[in-house]
Structure formats: C-alpha cells, structure tokens
C-alpha cells in the first residue's frame, strides 16, 4: 500500500548535478553513433563497426553507450532507494517503471531499430529487478560475472546486464552522492583507464595480433571480450576525465550545457532520432564519404537540444517524456509547471 508521501509525485529528491552532466554528455557521443548506423546505414548495426571511420570506432563506438547503462543502472538504485521511502512497495513501482519504458523502447523501435531503450527495460526487468534484493558489494560481484561472461549468456544484450549491475552497485555503495569528494580516487581512476584505453587505441593501429581475444577460441568465432571492454574502460575514462574538468574553471559552462540535456536525457534521445531520420536524407547523407554532413547534422542537433533543455527547463520541472514516464509510473499526474515568484505568494 502506498504511502500518503505518493501524493506528491513531484517531489524526486535532489538531484546529483553530476550525474546529469555525464548523462548529456554520453547522449552527444550516442548521437554520432546512431546517426552513422540509422542514416548512414540504415537501420544495420550488425557488422557496420569496420566500415565506420577509424577516428570514429576508436573514440566513439561502443564507448558512450556503457556510461549510459552504468548511469541508467546508477538512476535505478537511486530511484529504489527514494520510492521505498514514499511506498511500501517500491519494486512494484520499479517494475511498473521498466514496463512503462519497454512499451516507449518498442514504438522507438519501429522507427530506429538501433536504440536502446528496449534492452534497457528488459536488463532491467531480468537483471535489475532481482538484484534489488541484495547489496552493494554483492552486486558488484555480480556485475562482475556479467560483464566477463554476459555477453555469452544473455544473447542480444552483451555487456549491458553487467554495466547496469555495476551501476547499481555504486549506488547502493554511495559512490554518486560523494563523487564530489573524491578528486583524488577519480584523478587516480583517470590515469588508469586512460593507459589502458590508449595502449588498446596503438595495439589496434599497429594492428597487432591479440591472443584470447575470442574468449571461445578459435578465428574468426567466438565472442569477442576484448573489445567491449576497450569500450567500456574508454567510457569510464571520458567519465573521469569530465568530473575532472567540472572541478576547473571550465566547469560551470560544461554543467550549464550538459546537465539540462542530461535533466532531460529521454526526451532528448527520442527526439533526436526523429531530427536525424528527418534531416539526414535531406542533407543527402547515405555514406560514410559524407563526413562534413554527417558532423553539422550531429553538431545542429547537439545544438537545439542544448538550447531548448535550458529554456524548456525554466519553465518545467521536466522534459515532456520524463514527465510522462513518471506519472505513468506512479499512475498519479505529477505537477509539471514551476511556480513563479508571484504565484507562489
């Protein structure tokens, strides 16, 4: 039964500005991705990685959708942790909130087969749902085993059971509420992945042989290990690497940007796909040739989500499908506008 608390589904706790910052800035390098395999490619993730520019596949694929599904999993844990304080049965309302988003994820899916929403939901439903059931030091064990073997029992998901598992954890462990305190353990953090993400970025120019990459054995077969964890240790490198620079004089205009982008991540990923599926063919993009193109779409678009998430967000408390996404979750219609000064008197 819920609690009277429930009445106000406005009310979501403070926010970790953070957080916010770092998910604007993955929806950025998302977005290139998705432009190349949704208007480039049109529509076939499978197999495009070796026909996308070199600069691209070494920075960009496969490196900014793990710091989404670590946040995604963070915001989860999060979420657990206010609604038992609203409900007496906060899984119900998780689970009622993964539902909601599978059902956006599969309409999304008609029009941009490459998104990630679905896969979310479902990792969430089979992976996040019965981890709540424990702590934080056992999810990361858990986190662990998925992320080394995930990608072979879960088909179709790879790593992301595993990212959305560790992403939990830290929040259980409380890891988001002090990132601010932590400069030194991000600062050492930084230095590591980013060794260990240049070191894979001169193997793979070199084009040296790697053995155990097909952790199955075997040329040509098997499932690669290597490679998606270049990915992720490249994500967690640009994670470190930004909460660094919010700590320099730069960082007040980086969270000005980036955080309401982040505020309003799911409206701005919806979003985007129709601004692409729309603009690309316009712009006459159908190959990777057509670099110049390619990098004013992403940068327009990087541009009006970027203005209209401040402007939007003077007005509201949320973007337009986060809004919904929350009153459909809670089934109560959430207070959308922000009181002015002279309402509010």
């Known amino acids: 039964m819920e609690t009277s608390a429930t009445a106000d589904v406005s009310s979501a706790g403070p926010r970790i500005d953070a957080l916010d910052t770092l998910r604007g800035f993955a929806l950025c390098g998302i977005l290139i991705i998705n432009i190349y395999q949704q208007v480039v490619f049109h529509g076939e993730a499978a197999g495009t990685a070796p026909q996308l520019p070199t600069a691209v596949q070494l920075l960009f694929y496969e490196r900014f959708y793990p710091i989404f599904s ?36 599969i309409a999304h899916f008609l029009v941009h087969p490459g998104e990630a929403l679905t896969a979310y939901a479902l990792a969430g439903l089979l992976v996040l749902l019965p981890l709540s059931y424990v702590g934080g030091r056992v999810a990361v064990v858990v986190a662990i085993v998925l992320l080394i073997v995930g990608a072979q029992l ?36 930084f230095v590591i992945f980013t060794a260990l993400a240049a070191t894979w970025i001169v193997l793979v120019l070199r084009q040296v042989d790697l053995p155990f990459v097909n952790v199955t054995g075997g040329p040509g077969g098997g499932v690669s290990l290597l490679g998606p964890l270049a990915g992720i240790v490249t994500g967690l490198a640009y994670c470190c690497g930004l909460l660094l620079l919010l700590r320099t004089p730069a960082g007040p ?93």
Do not use: K
Request: charged content about 15%; glycine content about 10%; some cysteine.
């Open 70 to 105: 670590i946040l995604f999993g963070i915001g989860f844990g999060i979420f657990l942790q206010r609604a038992a304080t609203r409900t007496d049965r906060p899984r119900l309302v998780l689970a009622r909130r993964l539902a909601v988003l599978l059902l956006i994820g």
């Open 253 to 345: 205009a980086l969270s000005a940007v980036l955080s309401p982008m982040g505020r309003m991540a799911l409206t701005n990923y919806l979003t985007a796909t129709v601004l692409f599926l729309v603009a690309g063919p316009r712009l006459g993009i159908d190959s990777t040739a057509d670099l110049p193109q390619i990098i004013g779409l992403t940068v327009g678009i990087l541009v009006v989500q970027a203005v209209w998430s401040v402007l939007w967000l003077r007005s509201f408390h949320y973007g337009p499908a986060e809004w919904a996404w929350r009153c459909l979750t809670w089934w109560r219609r959430a207070p959308i506008r922000r009181r002015t000064a002279a309402s509010a008197t």
């Open 154 to 189: 879960v088909v179709g998901f790879g790593p992301i059971p595993g990212l959305l598992a560790l992403g939990y954890a830290l929040a259980m462990l409380g890891v988001p509420s002090g990132l601010e305190r932590r400069t030194g353990r991000v600062a050492a953090a």
